[in-house]
T-cell receptor, first 113, second 113 residues
Framework: KAGVTQTPRYLIKTRGQQVTLSCSPI?????VSWYQQTPGQGLQFLFE???????NKGNFPGRFSGRQFSNSRSEMNVSTLELGDSALYLC????????????FGPGTRLTVT | GNSVTQMEGPVTLSEEAFLTINCTYT??????LFWYVQYPGEGLQLLLK?????DKGSNKGFEATYRKETTSFHLEKGSVQVSDSAVYFC????????????FGEGTQLTVNP
């Protein structure tokens, strides 16, 4: 069974631009969560989607948004990029809401210049 | 709110040495506890979990016991290998947090031959 796929793997953007990251969960998984990983702040929860509905949201500004499609694929969008948004963005999928098993993708490395 | 504190790193050991990485948490009620491992350039992999007090999670020679009285979930391995070199994250999922994970800072482990 294929794992969690994230595209693109690497991205370089300029401050002020916007970016969209994509996550394809494991086949059959319906829950997708997003995390931001930085050297200074560590791993921080962004949001969680299940059945196309946002179920949980972390403490990030409104510039960070996401959505989930009917096939469970998810996208996150960051508008008006800031230098501090440079990070590894990780997506995790699980079969159901509140599952003990979360499977992480390899991440998208975003660099904002 | 929920929080996780891991021992300061990095940790450097010789092959076959005993490993302990300390983890303590703050949470209301009975959270679920996890250890994740991240190899260079990869996403996180679930190493082991414990979902109730006194549970012992184990996998690949690693063990951790959920201690409610000391709010701890220390990771141990009796004999480490070079291939265990990675970053280890302690995490918790609160009772009302959906799938949201709160992570510790991570501990870099390097095992020398």
């Amino acid at each position: 069974k294929a794992g969690v796929t994230q595209t693109p793997r690497y991205l370089i953007k300029t401050r002020g631009q916007q970016v969209t990251l994509s996550c394809s969960p494991i086949s059959g998984h319906r829950s997708v969560s997003w995390y931001q990983q930085t050297p200074g702040q560590g791993l921080q929860f962004l949001f969680e989607y299940f059945s196309e509905t946002q179920r949980n949201k972390g403490n990030f500004p409104g510039r960070f948004s996401g959505r989930q499609f009917s096939n469970s694929r998810s996208e996150m969008n960051v508008s008006t990029l800031e230098l501090g948004d440079s990070a590894l963005y990780l997506c995790a999928s699980s079969p159901i809401f509140r599952s003990y098993e979360q499977y992480f993708g390899p991440g998208t490395r975003l660099t904002v210049t | 709110g929920n929080s996780v504190t891991q021992m300061e790193g990095p940790v450097t050991l010789s092959e076959e040495a005993f490993l302990t990485i300390n983890c303590t948490y703050t949470a209301t009620g009975y959270p679920s506890l996890f250890w994740y491992v991240q190899y260079p350039g990869e996403g996180l992999q679930l190493l082991l979990k414990a979902t109730k007090a006194d549970d012992k999670g184990s996998n690949k020679g690693f063990e951790a016991t959920y201690r409610k009285e000391t709010t701890s979930f220390h990771l141990e391995k009796g004999s480490v290998q070079v291939s265990d070199s990675a970053v280890y994250f302690c995490a918790l999922r609160g009772e009302t947090s959906g799938s949201r994970l709160t992570f510790g800072e991570g501990t870099q482990l390097t095992v020398n031959p």
